[in-house]
């Protein structure tokens, strides 16, 4: 998988905050990759890569609302897989 690959070769590009924007007009959050992934219904080994790039944002709180990566997971109706996986690193 491209994507994989891209990471593991640049895991550097999981380690910082970007801005991101819900919706036009509301305020901009500031997200790990891992955050942000979790939000598109990602397949296991994708994030098992962004993962293994950057654990500690497995247990950073977005600051706005207090999600973690598992919220956001269940939320937009992730795969049980990909949910148990982060779940068992929390």
Known sequence: DEIC???TRY???????????WNE??????LYPLSMLCC???TLDV?????????KAVMEKEKMRGSLPLHY???????YE????IHSKN
């Open 40 to 42: 598109l219904q990602p």
């Open 11 to 21: 895991p550097g590009t999981c380690q910082q905050r970007l801005s991101f924007r």
């Open 5 to 7: 690959a891209l990471v």
């Open 82 to 85: 990909t949910v148990e996986f």
């Open 25 to 30: 007009g509301e305020a901009t959050r500031e």
């Open 73 to 79: 997971l269940c939320a937009f109706e992730a795969s």
């Open 47 to 55: 994030v098992e890569a962004v993962y293994k790039a950057n654990p």
